[in-house]
């Protein structure tokens, strides 16, 4: 018999190395009732085969992320939301504004919400639940952020912690959390992406509360409940700026469900908003892998024409402070774009709606348009300076 050589052997075939799974947080910001349109995102990552590792939320954003992290089928949340009626949720606290009046803790009462959450969040701990959950509040005896569900934060009741996220102040009782007394965590942070991404390949964030604040003609006489949820919103609008302006990593989709002309507690539009939702996650999920690829920033990005109209330009140099990097002042004292096509994802560009004349118009382009038929200049060139009018 032959002795076998090395030389003769035959060489195995090196071993396929298995890629591991990218831990993905998914982060549910609050919204009132246009929240709902986290159930279609929640569908459509299933349908794209997306598992988040953690599931982060704040308000209805928690009562989500409790049910989708305790395993609740996407379609029983999508019956529990279109099955849900006002006197679910709301049951005028009258006694309590009758005999403490300004001392009374809410306009609200506590225990029609609270039997909200305990329809779906049915276990006793944090330690308990099928997914890691992490449940933003804010303890208003000390003013500091608490995110229940965090190393340290978990052995407290799960029903407690989400009831303190949804009670918006004023609106209902603050929640006892662990000997804390807490409130809706959107008063800090209604999108909790920067504690939520530790550790993460990927963030998903969803926000329906804060997203576009078109204007309201009519909010002076829509009454007490109008005007302060709009003064919430732009308060939550603002403070979720800050964040987005420096994130780098990990990579974030930011999803934007179109729902900003939908109340906060309007109950008719359950079907829209879930449909919303789906639509939006689709659509942005089509970036999933070049978010993965380029490993920073915020997406999708899609370029996007800066236009001013000088004729309404009264030379505030608003738009040059809050974006000096992107506005610019002419010799007339008119604004102009330093950079008229921009790649923008959907967290830039807020300057554009604090123009106090409307004179600042930002365009979402497909590549290779440009507005009014004019030659596009491709985003990822050297940039290049134009001055309009």
């Not at 006793?124 to 608490?146: A, C, H, M, W, Y």
């Not at 402070?321 to 774009?337: F, N, S, T, V």
């Amino acid at each position: 018999m032959t002795p076998t050589t090395p030389s003769r052997l035959k060489r195995a075939a090196p071993a396929k190395q298995k890629r591991r799974p990218r831990k993905i947080a998914l982060v549910l910001g609050g919204g009132g009732l246009k929240g709902f349109a986290h159930i279609g995102v929640i569908r459509a990552l299933e349908e794209l085969g997306i598992d988040p590792t953690v599931v982060a939320g704040t308000s209805i954003g928690a009562l989500i992320a409790a049910a989708y992290g305790n395993g609740m089928a996407v379609t029983e949340m999508e019956d529990r939301a279109r099955n849900l009626k006002r006197r679910d949720l709301f049951r005028l606290n009258r006694m309590g504004m009758l005999l403490e009046r300004t001392k009374s803790p809410s306009i609200y009462l506590e225990d029609p919400l609270r039997k909200v959450v305990e329809g779906v969040v049915q276990q006793p701990n944090f330690q308990k639940l099928k997914k890691r959950v992490l449940v933003n509040t804010v303890d208003i005896q000390r003013g500091s952020q608490v995110v229940w569900g965090l190393h340290g934060l978990r052995d407290v009741s799960v029903i407690d912690a989400v009831y303190a996220s949804c009670a918006l102040p004023g609106f209902y009782p603050p929640g006892h959390v662990g000997g804390r007394l807490c409130v809706d965590g959107g008063v800090i942070d209604n999108l909790p992406a920067s504690i939520a991404g530790r550790g993460m390949d990927m963030v998903i964030a969803v926000d329906t509360g804060s997203s576009d604040l078109e204007p309201e003609n009519d909010i002076a006489s829509a009454g007490f409940t109008s005007i302060y949820m709009r003064a919430a919103t732009t308060m939550m609008h603002a403070l979720q700026l800050v964040p987005f302006e420096k994130w780098t990593k990990p990579p974030m989709i930011l999803i934007r469900p179109k729902v900003s002309h939908i109340g906060w507690f309007s109950f008719s539009d359950t079907n829209e908003v879930l449909k919303a939702g789906y639509t939006a996650a689709m659509d942005a999920l089509q970036h999933f892998e070049e978010c993965c690829q380029e490993g920073t920033g915020v997406f999708p990005r899609q370029p996007t024409e800066i236009v001013v109209d000088p004729e309404k330009c009264i030379g505030c140099e608003l738009c040059v402070a809050l974006a000096p990097d992107l506005m610019a002042m002419d010799g007339r004292r008119k604004a102009y774009p330093v950079t008229p096509i921009v790649n923008w994802s959907p967290a830039d560009g807020d300057f554009v709606h604090h123009c106090p004349t409307y004179a600042i118009e930002a365009t979402r382009l497909e590549r290779g348009e440009r507005k009014g038929g004019r030659t596009t200049v491709d985003p990822t060139s050297e940039p290049t300076t134009r001055k309009t009018g």
